[in-house]
């Protein structure tokens, strides 16, 4: 992201952004797909030998599933409605891994039917279920026991998943309930995989370190009872940096998850998977939204602007800070709140901000609003949702 002649300029290709709102009539997320794969590349170099499957919900935009399909991901999914966006945008059955803690009857009937290559399984009843449903089907399920390895890590309260108070995987003294289970439905259920995610928007990794080291003797001593266990499935959650790009930081953090991550997985002689989402399009994508008002007030200046929490959520739920870049830069400054059109005081984008001076009608650009952005927008207050590009 840089200004060039004034006007600010995105990804590697340095795409002009004021260049999108020649013919503007609502918000636009912009996607750079030469940014994703270069993502993509950096984190399978990183992790050289692991099979990466792509978070569907972090950005489900059908030319960002299959670009990634191409560049090589398989993807992870959590709904039927993922499943069925993966295939029509060229996954097969077999780059597919379902996780979730609600799946449905019938989402399990039709990830059977279609041959998902594993289901991870989120609880005991949930397993007893696809039993019940493959036997029906004279099917056999490839499933991997989702492990909750109660661990905390540094991220917002609302997205750490492995704490034994979170709804997420199974708890270790779960096992032999899970492996009578499995034992009494050798027919329908195959164990083929263990698998774990924390959470997300990870920057620090001990507690990481620690569920990999649970989690790696809670596998070898499966194994001995399961032969067909054979995948190590370690989840997603690799943080990115919001305050400022900062690419360096970024990838001495990977390198250390990486570390981390062959350290204690190496030498388990299985297949690795993992689950990145954010990391590879949180960068790759920015708002694009216009200014309606300036509003003075004796407490603040509002900058009003035509997208909110309606699109973005992510500040309003996480109390995530995302910049903001005005499309034509100014040498004025101002201080203001950059607010949406909805009606909710928690519909801001940043407050007390300092930004260039902008008036009515020009354009800003959300940063880093590729990951969780137009994939969680609604229409609450019936706001018509944003317009996706890839560029
Ligand atoms: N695997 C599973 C089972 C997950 O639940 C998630 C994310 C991922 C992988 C990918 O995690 P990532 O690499 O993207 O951190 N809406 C929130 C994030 C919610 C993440 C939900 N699960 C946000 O905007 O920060």
Redesign the pocket.
């Known amino acids: 992201m840089e200004y060039i002649n004034n006007e600010l300029h995105f990804g590697p290709k340095k795409k002009n952004l004021s260049s999108l709102c020649a013919n503007y009539i609502r918000p636009i997320y912009v996607y750079d797909l030469d940014f994703i794969r270069s993502r993509f590349q950096q984190l399978a170099e990183a992790l050289a030998g692991v099979r990466l499957?792509f978070?569907v919900?972090?950005n489900p935009n059908p030319q960002v599933l299959q670009c990634l399909k191409s560049a090589g991901a398989g993807a992870?999914v959590?709904s039927l409605g993922e499943i069925k966006r993966a295939l029509e945008s060229g996954f097969l059955p077999e780059d597919i891994v379902y996780?979730?803690v609600g799946k449905t009857r019938h989402e399990i009937t039709e990830a059977l039917q279609l041959g998902v290559l594993q289901i991870?399984v989120e609880s005991l009843p949930e397993l007893q279920r696809i039993g019940e449903i493959a036997e029906k089907m004279g099917k056999k399920a490839q499933v991997a026991l989702?492990l909750n390895p109660d661990v905390s890590i540094q991220t917002?309260p609302?997205?750490a998943?492995g704490l034994r108070d979170n709804k997420?995987g199974m708890e270790l003294s779960m096992i032999p309930a899970l492996s009578d289970c499995l034992k009494k439905n050798t027919n329908s259920l195959e164990l083929v995989g263990v698998?774990l995610?924390l959470?997300?928007?990870?920057l620090e990794f001990s507690g990481y370190q620690e569920a990999l080291i649970k989690l790696k003797a809670s596998f070898l001593s499966l194994q001995k009872d399961f032969p067909t266990l054979r995948r190590f499935d370690f989840?997603?959650?690799?943080?990115v940096v919001y305050e400022k790009q900062d690419f360096e930081r970024e990838s001495s953090l990977l390198k250390e998850y990486s570390a981390i991550t062959k350290d204690i997985l190496s030498d388990l002689k299985c297949e690795l998977q993992s689950?990145?989402?954010?990391?590879?399009v949180a960068h790759a994508g920015v708002l694009l939204t216009q200014v309606q008002y300036i509003k003075k007030t004796s407490a603040k200046t509002f900058v009003i602007v035509d997208s909110g929490m309606n699109h973005l959520?992510?500040p309003s739920?996480?109390e995530?800070e995302h910049q903001i870049l005005p499309l034509v830069q100014s040498n004025k400054k101002i201080k203001c709140d950059v607010v949406g059109p909805i009606c909710e005081s928690s519909d801001f984008f940043l407050k007390d901000y300092e930004m260039g001076q902008v008036e009515e009608g020009d354009y800003l650009a959300v940063l880093d609003s590729g990951?969780?952005?137009y994939?969680?927008a609604s229409t609450y207050n019936l706001q018509e949702l944003p317009l996706e590009i890839c560029i």
């Open positions: 499957y978070a919900k972090a992870d959590v996780s979730g991870n989702r917002h609302y997205i998943t997420f698998s995610h959470g997300s928007q990870m989840g997603g959650g690799l943080g689950e990145p989402g954010r990391w590879l959520i992510r739920l996480y995530a990951a969780y952005g994939s969680m």
